[in-house]
């Protein structure tokens, strides 16, 4: 028994050594076929939960880059070679983000546009350094996120996002005193919160009442906005998703509570909550670096054809996840890039050349890179007026 | 002073959801001695049939209503004869982890079906909200209602079982099972019943819920689900006065933790409080000792 199991041991050895070896011979012929004008192609994969409780971020994400992956074909491809796409499911966990991560490498991918969120990015984050894979994560907004050189990102920092908002009512003078309302249990949240306070301080705004929530108790609000109300608070800030943002507004409403309620790029989204009586939201403002209701060209014509393609309007993940897949493309070309360098060299490749581009995309425009991954852009305040977005300037 | 009854108010309001949704869970631990953790997602099932019955095929509310009821109704029924009812003889841990499977498949099927994208649900209350003391209080219709229908259910569920055949039966059969089946009790038509009821409930209070907190997405049963068994375990599972009482104190120890002492630290408040009541009381504020069951 014990000797049969060895020889299958060993012949399995054998099998992948040919395997290896095949597999070897078949890259050195795409190579050559490349040179002679051939078919190498570019592989980009795309990771997020596509299903689980925070799908519906997952698949804005892949959507949006298979968009992007779709116009540039279309067109040519970069720098003169086609994308082949695939996106893999990590359910917002951390192991399943490694898995996903996993299974798209075995499949060859050479460049990530992902992990969607947090967590999961510095998981894979890590992962991909030992390969020196080159991470663009869209979405994945924790500090930690762009600590290994590999990894880049297209959105704000948590903090990034608090500093602006704080700067933002500190100039314009929206609110005499402040009040904050946060999911004290979620890093994005307490993130953009801790940040906005230390600026806040500094613009000599008067922060009156700091209230928080949990994921756990994330349906009734009235306890804390009584107290924000007590406490005579003006412009109340609302750094969280759109969902509890929801409940907050009907529960003020309710209340008679009407301060200006202020959100960050987590609130995009609200407008299009399927039957959501849009009067709630009048005069709520938010700071995000993209809205689907933007006037400009660029951003028309990508909410048409997401419209056309998936049947839903595209928020800021889609957009964020679109001009991932462009970032990349200008990168590879101001390098010169080309699918049959090595996934390290490539990685090199992009590190470098996303420091040196210049990008005018959904998100913003002028768009430019740090060393560190971090992107400098000037996010947009839009109001809420008669149910759509205005700009606020 | 003020801000102290409208503190109470806010925990009267969002206890009575907990009471209301607390009432299916007591219902049928009472009887078919199961913690029926899916409960919470037939609720949310509740919730997404009168959403569509409503917003989409255009029915008015009462009968968007009966429709969820129906269709809560008859899930409770199959999910009972399809999972539970093989696991007839098993311990009861073994029940208790089919439940929770029961609940995530419920959760991914809604997810499947209707999108992780949140719904607003349009409030089926037509009751105006009661403003008081100059508008310093406010009274949400949606509480009043909630209450109403919280009390009257309750007064339901013990005129029914302890007055009508069908209801001595639950009782025979939550005392006893196999004596029950030898004084010609239908045990398993019994159970079926119980969950029907129960089931039926869920969907009362997933319009409820929804109705007072309109935001409704796949998950939307889960944590108030839990809480709410909380509640009954607060109140004396198997009591169905208890699992009224423990709802509504949950929601107002919720609350005046938050606007008292943190808000970071209420649920951490709530649940310590829950323990102390259980280490003195263990069997719960209503639950006697020998239950008289349901």
Not at chain 2, 183 to 197: D, E, K, L, Q, W
Request: proline letters at 3%; glycine letters at 10%.
């Amino acid at each position: 028994m014990k000797k049969q199991s060895s020889m299958l041991l060993a012949a399995a050895m054998l099998l992948s050594l040919t395997a290896c070896a095949s597999s070897g011979a078949k890259s050195e012929s795409t190579a050559s076929e490349k040179a002679a004008g051939g078919s190498a192609k570019w592989k980009i994969g795309a990771e997020g939960p596509l299903s689980g409780g925070a799908a519906v971020y997952g698949n804005a994400v892949a959507n949006g880059a298979e968009l992007a992956v779709k116009e540039i074909n279309e067109k040519g491809g970069i720098n003169g070679y086609q994308i082949e796409f695939k996106k893999a499911d990590d359910e917002h966990d951390q192991e399943k983000a490694v898995n996903a991560f996993n299974s798209l490498k075995d499949w060859g991918m050479q460049v990530l546009v992902g992990p969607t969120t947090s967590a999961p990015t510095i998981a894979v984050g890590s992962e991909a350094e030992a390969d020196n894979l080159f991470v663009l994560t869209p979405t994945g907004s924790a500090v930690e996120c762009t600590a290994p050189k590999n990894v880049f990102r297209v959105c704000f920092s948590d903090p990034a996002q608090g500093t602006k908002s704080a700067q933002y009512i500190g100039e314009h003078k929206l609110g005499k005193k402040v009040g904050v309302l946060y999911d004290s249990s979620d890093v994005y949240s307490s993130g953009i919160r801790d940040a906005f306070v230390e600026e806040a301080k500094k613009q000599g705004i008067e922060l009156t009442e700091d209230q928080q929530f949990t994921a756990d108790s994330n349906k009734d609000f009235s306890t804390q906005l009584q107290k924000l109300r007590d406490a005579g608070a003006d412009l109340v800030f609302l750094p969280f998703y759109y969902t509890e943002a929801a409940l907050v507004l009907k529960q003020a409403n309710t209340m008679g509570y009407k301060p200006i309620f202020f959100g960050c790029d987590g609130m995009d989204g609200l407008l299009d909550v399927e039957n959501f009586d849009s009067s709630l939201a009048e005069g709520l403002m938010l700071l995000t670096p993209y809205s689907a209701d933007a006037e400009d060209e660029r951003t028309k014509n990508f909410v048409k054809s997401y419209e056309a393609q998936y049947g839903d309007t595209p928020i800021q993940f889609a957009a964020d996840a679109y001009d991932a897949v462009y970032a990349i493309k200008a990168a590879a070309e101001k390098e010169d890039l080309k699918p049959s360098l090595s996934v390290s060299e490539i990685g090199d490749g992009l590190e470098k050349g996303m420091t040196e581009i210049q990008l005018d995309g959904l998100t913003g425009s002028g768009m430019r890179w740090s060393a560190e991954g971090d992107v400098d852009k000037e996010p947009k305040a839009v109001r809420v007026e008669n149910g759509s977005y205005v700009s606020a300037e | 002073m003020m801000s102290f009854f409208s503190y109470l108010l806010n925990g009267i309001s969002l206890g009575a959801v907990y009471a209301i949704i607390a009432l299916g869970y007591t219902m049928v631990y009472g009887i078919a001695k199961m913690l029926n953790f899916a409960h919470g997602d037939i609720l949310m099932l509740g919730a997404y049939t009168a959403f569509i019955a409503f917003n989409s095929l255009g029915l008015p509310i009462p009968a968007s209503a009966l429709l969820a009821v129906i269709v809560c109704t008859l899930t409770g029924i199959l999910t009972e004869r399809i999972a539970y009812k093989p696991l007839r003889g098993a311990n009861s841990l073994a029940v208790l982890i089919t439940a929770i499977g029961v609940s995530y498949l419920l959760q991914n099927l809604a997810l499947l079906i209707f999108g992780a994208n949140p719904k607003s649900f349009q409030s089926f209350i037509p009751i105006k909200p009661l403003h008081l003391a100059g508008g310093a209080l406010t009274i949400p219709g949606e509480t009043i209602a909630t209450i109403l229908t919280g009390l009257i259910v309750a007064a339901g569920l013990l005129l029914f079982v302890h007055r009508t055949k069908a209801g001595q039966a639950m009782l025979a059969v939550s005392e006893d099972k196999g004596a029950a089946t030898l004084m010609g009790v239908n045990v398993n038509a019994t159970i079926a019943m119980t969950f029907a009821i129960g089931s039926a409930l869920a969907a009362v209070a997933g319009i409820l819920l929804c109705s007072a907190y309109p935001s409704l997405t796949p998950t939307t049963g889960a944590m108030p689900g839990i809480k709410a068994f909380v509640a009954a375990v607060l109140g004396g599972i198997g009591s169905i006065p208890g699992a009224f009482l423990g709802g509504v104190i949950l929601g107002i120890l919720e609350n005046l933790s938050k606007a008292y002492i943190s808000s970071k630290l209420s649920d951490a408040i709530v649940f310590s409080v829950l323990i102390l009541v259980l280490l003195v009381k263990p069997s719960g504020i209503l639950g006697k000792k020998i239950t008289e069951k349901v």
